[in-house]
């Protein structure tokens, strides 16, 4: 894993798009760059086309032009390979190009990610336009980072993807009897005889066959990976010290980007909260992305200056937030802070979408000097916050193949969501201002001591024995109602849940009591943690366990198994392991985290922190730590600082006892020697 920054600065910037624009606009752009402070342009993203009109034509001169007007003005370049929007032409005259959605309806000409990724001639064409860019700007000086296609998704249900998955299938499991094993086809008779008859699980089609389901995911994010490594390939043979990225998109359900990450060399993420979103449901998201390469900086790839414009409600970003929020995502990790877009588009879909340069098309807008002011600040940081790392002593393991296996079942309820039960733990844990990673089951987890794994429904080979030596070895481990359920291919695992987690937990699971919205039970603490006693409400789904060594910290209080054992905790080892068997309220899980962090030395960075005030710790790789202190409110609010004295980067002026941060104000604080 790379040590060293990938960036000698803080690149301020974001996605340009001058094939929107006559090129007298262009110098323009530049000069307005250079007002903004911006360092970084992403280009050509959407410019297939516009590079190669037909398939023996190639036209780079107005790409020349452009990239030695940015390199003149000082700005580098973030170079897409353009192939996320294939062209009309390719389309046309390579029908298979074009993928089939989940209904069995191939696609036409529109939108974005219109392509099959088994199709051999998007293969080819993508790949051969991928190796004429990096050919010709391998030498460059504007080139800085590669970006390949943008924002992948969208599953193709095809014949030429049915024969690819029989293909996987056969690699993956060697004969159709081991399918037919692991899909548990033989229910209701659908035992397939011959490789033929796997079919692409379309919506007229095969649907009940949770293992396949599973393994289609799986198919299709490899597969779609397959044509990002395609060009990455390409890239890294011409250019091997540019480094590579695609933008990814926090929880995005169908691509495992654990997977994906693997492929590249620095992720990139595009942040667009919902209206309303709170600043712990934008750090999950950020500290997901962090954790994909396990704690490694990433790119802030794209973020609306302003407003987004496919939501109901696209409500303007007021004076402050955008700040506000870039700092939020370099405090959990980024290197960079980018937007999309740079200037508004005049028509299409996007026309309404937020940009540095609004339609009025001057630096005058209170947008553009926002941004500009921002420009300065991250100028004025130097290379001071580059490279840094989240110092985290939480993890919380987070599993797309779970998500996945864990939303395909039947039952025990239409409520039960993967991502939501990772957020309520983060958050409860945000609230605390514990650090917390979010990584994969098979990272390295020796570097914490307190490892979560919300409703682990599907456990794969390997991840139990893992999670007992981790905690064997005195780390503390919890998990949840709905855990240890099944294998890999989504098989129950026989003999009593939660399967091969039964001895580090030391319970066992009989029954699954499934709540509606309206309905809540009882939980009553009788644990030794001054944090968290008396009778506490709970929701969604009430495991009936047996303990089996296990301590019962907590029992139900209501229905006919009040009484019963609602939350335990097992010594396994140096190390202790908590089964909690029902979905705590907000205040009771926050309560019962603090306590078990308490008992581990976990701590925030600061003390009687007021609300809506978030502090992260990022540590350079210098070792010096940068304290970030974001206020969400529109209030002031004073935070008060150890004895000793603290200046901010931002401003340079010196803090010693206290510290008061406007609304939506921001402070990276260092100690003074």
Not at 122 to 140: D, G, I, N, V
Not at 203 to 222: K, P
Request: contains cysteine.
């Amino acid at each position: 894993m790379k040590s060293e920054p990938f960036f000698s600065r803080i690149l301020h910037g974001g996605d340009y798009n001058p094939e929107q624009w006559p090129e007298a606009v262009w110098d323009e752009d530049v000069s307005l760059m250079q007002e903004a402070h911006v360092n970084v342009a992403t280009v050509p993203v959407f410019g297939w086309v516009h590079l190669q009109p037909d398939e023996d034509t190639y036209r780079f001169e107005w790409l020349n032009h452009l990239l030695d007007n940015l390199h003149t003005g000082g700005i580098s370049a973030c170079l897409a390979t353009a192939t996320a929007s294939v062209p009309a032409w390719v389309e046309q005259k390579y029908p298979d190009v074009l993928r089939v959605e989940r209904n069995g309806q191939r696609r036409k000409h529109g939108g974005r990610h219109t392509f099959c990724p088994h199709s051999p001639n998007f293969r080819r064409l993508s790949t051969a336009l991928a190796r004429r860019l990096a050919e010709r700007y391998a030498q460059h000086p504007a080139l800085t980072v590669w970006h390949i296609s943008n924002e992948y998704g969208n599953y193709c249900y095809c014949d030429l993807c049915a024969e690819a998955f029989q293909q996987w299938l056969q690699a993956r499991y060697g004969t159709l009897e081991e399918v037919n094993r692991r899909w548990y086809t033989a229910f209701w008779g659908h035992t397939y005889t011959d490789w033929s008859q796997i079919e692409t699980p379309t919506t007229n089609g095969q649907t009940i066959l949770q293992g396949m389901l599973v393994d289609y995911d799986r198919f299709q994010s490899q597969s779609i990976l397959d044509c990002f490594k395609a060009e990455a390939t390409v890239l890294r043979e011409v250019t091997p010290d540019i480094p590579i990225t695609t933008n990814l998109m926090g929880a995005f359900k169908p691509l495992d980007y654990h997977r994906w990450a693997r492929e590249m060399d620095i992720v990139s993420w595009d942040s667009y909260p919902r209206k309303g979103a709170a600043p712990a449901e934008i750090a999950f998201a950020h500290s997901l992305m962090r954790g994909l390469k396990e704690g490694q900086p990433f790119m802030l790839m794209e973020q609306t200056p302003s407003q987004q414009n496919w939501q109901p409600y696209n409500a303007l970003k007021r004076p402050g937030v955008m700040r506000l929020w870039s700092y939020q995502a370099m405090a959990h990790g980024a290197d960079t802070v980018m937007y999309f877009q740079w200037r508004r588009s005049r028509g299409a879909i996007e026309k309404f979408h937020g940009a540095v340069v609004e339609h009025v098309g001057t630096s005058q807008p209170r947008v553009f000097q926002e941004v500009a002011a921002l420009g300065r600040e991250l100028e004025s940081l130097g290379t001071r916050t580059i490279g840094g790392r989240v110092a985290a002593r939480v993890a919380i393991l987070f599993d797309w193949e779970n998500w996945w296996a864990l939303e395909y079942s039947a039952g025990p309820t239409i409520d039960l969501k993967y991502v939501p039960q990772c957020q309520a733990f983060f958050t409860a844990l945000h609230n605390l201002h514990i650090p917390t990673d979010i990584v994969s089951p098979e990272a390295d987890l020796s570097h914490y001591d307190l490892v979560i794994a919300p409703v682990l429904y599907m456990v794969k080979p390997g991840i139990a024995e893992k999670l007992e030596e981790f905690t064997q070895r005195g780390g503390t481990f919890l998990t949840t109602f709905f855990s240890g359920i099944v294998d890999e291919t989504d098989l129950v695992y026989l003999g009593g849940y939660p399967g091969p987690l039964r001895k580090l937990l030391g319970i066992w699971a009989e029954e699954i009591d499934a709540l509606t919205p309206q309905q809540t039970n009882q939980v009553v603490f009788d644990a030794p943690y001054e944090t968290l006693t008396g009778t506490h409400s709970c929701h969604l789904l009430c495991d009936r366990i047996h303990a089996e060594g296990a301590t019962i910290l907590a029992t139900y209080g209501e229905d006919f198994y009040a009484g019963e054992p609602a939350v335990t905790v097992n010594s396994f080892g140096q190390g202790e392991a908590y089964y909690i068997a029902t979905a705590l309220n907000p205040e009771a899980l926050q309560a019962f985290l603090q306590a078990i962090c308490e008992r581990q030395d976990i701590h925030s960075a600061l003390s009687d922190i007021p609300a809506e005030v978030e502090v992260m710790p990022r540590v350079s790789p210098q070792g010096e730590t940068l304290l970030y202190i974001l206020n969400h409110s529109t209030e002031t609010k004073t935070v008060n600082l150890p004895d000793e004295k603290y200046r901010d980067l931002l401003t340079g002026e010196t803090y010693h006892g206290s510290i008061s941060i406007p609304g939506y104000g921001v402070c990276i604080l260092v100690k003074e020697p």
